[in-house]
Nanobody
Framework: VQLVESGGGSVQAGGSLRLSCAAS????????MAWFRQKPGQEREGVAA???????TYADPVKRRFTISKDNAKNTLYLQMNSLKPEDTAVYYCAHILRCLFLTPSTDIRSLDVSSANWGQGTQVTVS
């Protein structure tokens, strides 16, 4: 599985960006897809995830600001990021998570098993 992110860049606080992730596999497959981010000097953390039925879950810091979605016809995953804050500055990664079937809005994104996930190369988002 190949994943290619795009859409990162620099934006002022309060602005918006939309990240895209083009996948070489069907985004409506039996697995979940997700966005993670890694801030300088910190471990990678989950941001948002979506299952094959379109159910999504979000990390608390991004709830009501970020929206994950997918276009199954284009095999593309998106992350719409609004009201960006300097603390959102990070490298954002797209992930295809094999050990994930169904999500609910209350699923703790930290519980996702990413031990066998496929990852993109990452895209930098800088908020100043």
């Amino acid at each position: 599985v190949q994943l290619v992110e795009s859409g990162g860049g620099s934006v002022q606080a309060g602005g918006s960006l939309r990240l895209s992730c083009a996948a070489s596999t069907r985004t409506n497959s039996a697995y979940c897809m997700a966005w993670f981010r890694q801030k300088p000097g910190q471990e990678r953390e989950g941001v948002a995830a979506i299952d094959r039925d379109g159910q999504a879950t979000y990390a608390d810091p991004v709830k009501r600001r970020f929206t994950i979605s997918k276009d199954n016809a284009k095999n593309t995953l998106y992350l719409q990021m609004n009201s960006l804050k300097p603390e959102d500055t990070a490298v954002y990664y797209c992930a295809h998570i094999l050990r994930c079937l169904f999500l609910t809005p209350s699923t703790d994104i930290r519980s996702l098993d990413v031990s066998s996930a496929n990852w993109g190369q990452g895209t930098q988002v800088t908020v100043s």
